[in-house]
């Protein structure tokens, strides 16, 4: 069996076990029948109308925004900590213990804090997710940071080097493994914690959708949009990281 299913491409593998996805789902709609679980060709239905009625790109797009700024800056916050721990030993040891505490602080107990701190507004949404994500970032690009090659560091500084060319050629390809892990880990993680920072304080965007819907008992809707949001996520690794990681790795045999 194994020997059979090497020979097929992997991209018609991969089509084939989506369509086993959606034959169990159907198979499982069917038997329950029950709304409660919703056939996919209805799931379509309601994200198709979603669409026309213009709710799901409003709300979706809104989602979207906050991911973006408040990724953004988790990401630059993270990484120039992450490296500063990294190099000065001094001040990992100051700050680990700090790490470790964000690190275990529940994400629900920092957006409630923020909001009651300050105030229902969108600062403090964005806020409530930026700490949420930061320590996950900055421990990444900490323990990458240990694990340059000092040989390789010594040897640039032997042929004078700049420090432009020393971080371009030296550094970031060591670097960018654990940039690219931030990132992938960053987008899974910051997206869940966006829909609860949404549902819990905010007016508007797929948490709050996802919030009215389960009020109201509509599983379709519920999966529809979580399919648009998953499927956002998806083209953003497929049409941007992937191209960026195959890119910066190309040094590699």
């Known amino acids: ?95 680990d213990n700090w790490l470790v505490i964000f690190l275990n602080v529940p994400a629900l107990v920092t957006i409630i804090l923020c909001y009651v701190w300050f105030g229902l507004v969108e600062s403090a949404a964005i806020l409530a997710v930026v700490i949420n994500k930061l320590p996950n970032v900055i421990v990444t690009i900490r323990e990458g940071t240990k694990a340059l090659d000092k040989d390789l560091l010594e040897m640039a500084h032997c042929y004078n080097f700049s420090k432009k060319k020393t971080f371009t050629h030296v550094i970031w390809p060591q670097l960018h493994p654990f940039v690219m892990a931030a990132t992938r880990s960053g987008l899974a993680l910051i997206w869940k914690i966006i829909l609860v920072v949404e549902l819990l304080g905010r007016s508007d965007g797929m948490g709050y959708q996802l919030n009215l819907f389960f009020q109201l008992f509509d599983v379709a809707s519920i999966l529809a949009y979580t399919i648009a949001f998953i499927a956002v996520i998806q083209s953003i690794e497929l049409l941007i990281l992937k191209p960026l990681d195959n890119r910066a790795s190309r040094w590699r045999r």
Not at 6 to 25: D, Q, R, V, Y
Not at 68 to 88: D, E, P
């Open 1 to 95: 069996m194994s020997s059979y299913l090497s020979k097929i491409p992997s991209k018609i593998l991969a089509t084939l076990s989506f369509m086993l996805l959606i034959a169990i789902w159907q198979g499982l709609a069917i038997v329950i029948n029950d709304n409660t679980l919703p056939t996919p060709a209805l799931v379509l239905q309601v994200f198709w109308q979603e669409i026309e009625s213009g709710q799901l790109p409003h709300h979706l797009g809104i989602t979207l925004l906050r991911l973006i700024i408040s990724f953004s800056i988790a990401m630059l916050l993270g990484c120039a900590m992450g490296i500063a721990l990294g190099i000065n030993k001094k001040l990992d040891a100051f700050f």
